[in-house]
Each structure stands twice: as structure tokens, then as C-alpha cells.
DNA sequence: CGGATTGTTGAGGATACTCAAGTTAGGTGG
DNA sequence: CCACCTAACTTGAGTATCCTCAACAATCCG
């Protein structure tokens, strides 16, 4: 347990934290331990006995849930400030799904056993935990709703909108996707398939919307995007 | 606000209230109002400011959200013991969705300013209300993942099971779904239409799977239903 | 430089949607 | 109690979307 260099500076300003003294910040990271992920490796896998529950202090993760017939689904990606495994708070005793980190992280983590002592020590962090888990909520179900009633191509628009928006970084030309994202990855988390993808950022590229690349991916007209996202037929430049 | 008459033999056995003191479910409930709502009528509605939450004692609802393009979505089905509304878990200041009484209804509700309180004063209600949530999440988790990667027919299979395990009513002739249940309303939890749910449940009802009617489903076999959900293809019966 | 991973593009076809017409069931009012 | 009216449902035909299959190209890594 690496738990002796915990910055604490680093850490009070995460929303999860908030209302919180430093006393109580103290004592809910003194049986804390963090660790770094090189990208590529897994933090939990799907199935496992869900012995620890993280918080993701920088990098991304990507969690993956695999159905019974092999295929892939991207749940969700996960930010720095962002909690996950955490199977208590779902009454579950092993992991959903695995966690990938998807660029190089570091990550707070706790034995599982913490998760309910450490709730009802904490009543703000019960609060915000749960905020969390509701920000999440929502966020499953606007994909219900978008794989409902929205055609490849805008499922794909309001997802890689989400990924800039959470994961964007500003750059001259536009804002870029901060960790490498391959098409598949797209595909799997819109219930498309790479071709599907691949054809669709094809034609936003030849319209100026974003530019792509081998795992890379700049947005350079959000708004554009927006408007293919909220129903917009896609029309030529201008 | 008839709050008067409110049988604490009734609410105790909610596993919303685990764990609590008598005298805490007194004051959880001190500020309680119940409400009968005949069939048909709302609760809530999409968009308005979300002034109560609410605890659903029996009966059933129907939390749908129409999208901008005026396309209904049904979120998710509430039986009794479990919460709506509950905006303030989301950090809303309205309600995301409309609640109807999909069957006669009796809920409790409570002021929305009285959630974080309640939270703080009762840790074990905040960590009961959690794992409401995260139930909710998994679920909502496991349609997008059924979205995701299953062709109609399975996803309709997925959401008939799911409605007979939490709406059904063990009758002679198999499970009963308790409400009253139009093609349209599985059409809108399975993203698909009522011409195909049509189809589908007319196919079931030729290998004797289900029994369906004018807003009446039965499901007479549940294991082969599980086998179509599960990938199976429809075979003749036996 | 060679192998592997990732991405592109084309052709063909299946699933499930739209459009359309008609049928059944149930409630309402005369 | 029956006739009517509406909402729910059924069924058919045609078609668009997007998947599958396939081959190839580009990029990255060691």
C-alpha cells in the first residue's frame, strides 16, 4: 500500500470531496492506497471478486462489459475526479465489467470493505457519491434513449460530442480527443460497427466537421456537430 | 397533504427503510403526504420543476421522456417500494422524465428539499437510497448493452422477462404482466415499433410461448423465452 | 524493415422500418 | 342492449439503413 505520498492539494479539490473537513478528507484517505497504470492495463476485470473501489486521480479508463456471445460493449469512459468499481454501491460481489486504463493513469483506490463504513461515517461524501452514481444514471440512460430513437450516424455524433466535452483538450484547429481512441471503440460504444464509423468520420472529415487519424481524433466545428446530432441532415459546407 | 393515515405496518417491510429505527422511519415519514392516483393519471411531468419525490406503494408507473423529435421513450417501469422523482439525486433542478399510473396507484411523497436533509440525518437511508439507484443503473446499463449488440426480437424477449419478473403475477396458465400493456408501450421500452413487437409476439403466440390480447400479455414459457433472450433461435415447439 | 494492428472502401444482403389498409376489441351513448 | 366510434392491433409490400463479408491500404512498433 503506497498510501504515504497523498497530496493532499491534489486531491480537496475533486467534487467527491466537497463540504468535506480535512479532518474527515484524512481519515477517509487513511486506509487509501494509489497506484500507477501504465496504458493498457487493467485495474479489475468483469467477474472478479470486487475487492477494491477506485478513484481515478489522472488518465482515463475505459470500462468494458463482454456478453456471453463474445462481443464488446464500452460502458463508459471514466475522468479524472470520477469513481469506479464500485459494485457495493449496485449490491454486487464482483466487478460488472473491466477496467482498461485507455492512457497512462493513477488511481486512488479502497478495499471494498471501506465502501459502507466510510458512507455512514460521511454523510456529504454519501451525498456526492451518490451524485455521482446519478450523473452516471443519466448519462446510461440519454444512451438508451439516442439508441432508441437515432440513427448511426447521430448516436455517433452525440457520443464523440460527450467524448470532447469530457475528454477534450483545446487546440488550435479544434478540440482533440486527449487519449488514443480507435474507431472499434467508437463502434462499441454506439452499437455500430468500425465500417459504420469509419464511413460516417470519412464524410465529416471531407465536410471540415473533424479530422481523424490512426487512434486520433480533433473536432473542429463542435457546433456543426450539434446540429448532426440534434436531427440535422448533413448538407455541404455552408 | 393527507398524511394522517399512514400504516407504518405497511411501509416498514420497504427495503428502502432496512436498517432503520422506528422512531427514525416516525420522522422520515413526519413530513410525508400519500396520494391515490386512478389509471392514466401523471404525477410529474418532463421538464417541470421537480418540487416532490416520491415512493411508489402500490400499483405501477411509467416514467416515459419524449425526445425534441417528439419520439416516446418508456425509461423504466416502477413497482411498489421503489422511488421517482428523486431529481435531487441527479443534481436536477426538474424532472427528466413524465411519471403516469400505468395501473391504479398509491404513493407517498415528500417535499424535494427535504432529500438532503433526510440523507444527512439517516446514513442508512442514504445508503439504501444508493443502491436504488445503482439497481436502476445496472439496468439501464444492461438495456444499453442489449441496444447495443441484440437484433429485436431478443431485446423484446430481454424486456418481456424483465416485466414478468418484476410486474408478474403467477396465474394457472404461466405469468401474468400485471398492468395493462399495449404493443406501442414494449415498442418504446426496446427500441423498436409496435408493427414489429406485433410480429414477434404473434410468432410467440404460434409456438405457445406467450398469450398475448388487447393490452393483456401472459407468458406461458418463461424457459424458452429465456432461450430466445439468451440467442437462441425460435425453433418449432419441440 | 517486417509484422501486426488499425483503418478504408466496395458489394451484397438481411433486418426492421415506413407506408398503407384493414380488422378486432372495448367503451360510450342513445 | 345494441350501434357506433375509437384505440389497439394485424398484416402486407416496398425499401432504407446498416451489417456482413472481403480485400486492401496505411500506420505504428520493435
Redesign the pocket.
Known sequence: MSSQALDRSLIRPLHLFDGMLDEELDDVLSTAGSRRYAIGETLFEQGQRADKFYLLLHGRLRVTQVTPQGQQVVMQMINPGDMCGIAKALQRPDYPGTATAAADSISLYWPTQDWTPILSKHPVFAVNAMQTIGQRLQEAQARVREMSTE???R?IAHSVLRLAGQSGRQEPEGIRIDFP?????I?EMT?????????V??AW?DLGIVD?????LLVKDPHRLLLIAEGETVGPSR
Chains 1, 2 share one sequence.
Open positions: 440513427a448511426a450516424e448516436r481512441i480507435s474507431k472499434q471503440d463502434a452499437g455500430t460497427t468500425l465500417h459504420t464509423v469509419s464511413r468520420l470519412t472529415e481523424g487519424g490512426r487512434q486520433k
